[in-house]
């Protein structure tokens, strides 16, 4: 199995495991050319029971400069974003992140000005399976 595999499957299980269903994977946007998100969820939110639908897209940072693997996923994610803002506006969008991207990149100053400039919602997750996710708005 590949990383990209093993990340997936890590992320998926995880939101399964915090009650979110699975119906989209892969999420396809109705673009030319064709492009798509990891993961389509959604959950019952109980105390409002209205649905919380998410994509999220998942990413491994695994090259040697970490700039270059956000400045990518950032890229990604607000194409994305507007993709979906068209296809299907109340379905929130989530980055997929490693803890050890989120702990070195995405706390530091540079991070931090990504997130808030380009209204990034994380989803923090580490490399070991069944431990609880991480939502960073």
């Not at 030319?32 to 959604?42: K, M, V, Y």
């Amino acid at each position: 199995m590949s990383r990209r595999d093993k990340y997936h499957y890590i992320v998926k299980n995880a939101l399964i495991t915090e009650g979110w269903q699975i119906t989209h994977d892969p999420y396809s946007f109705a673009s030319n050319p064709e492009l798509s998100t990891d993961l389509g969820a959604e959950r019952v939110i109980a105390a409002t029971r209205q649905n919380h639908k998410i994509a999220v897209e998942i990413k491994s940072f695994l090259t040697l400069s970490q700039v270059v693997d956000m400045e990518r996923a950032i890229g990604q994610f607000v194409i994305y974003r507007g993709l979906l803002k068209r296809q299907e506006p109340d379905r929130e969008l989530y980055l997929a992140v490693p803890s050890h991207a989120f702990e070195d990149i995405f706390s530091g100053d540079v991070g931090q000005v990504a997130i808030t400039e380009s209204n990034l919602k994380l989803l923090v997750y580490t490399l070991n399976e069944g431990e609880t996710l991480q939502w960073i708005p």
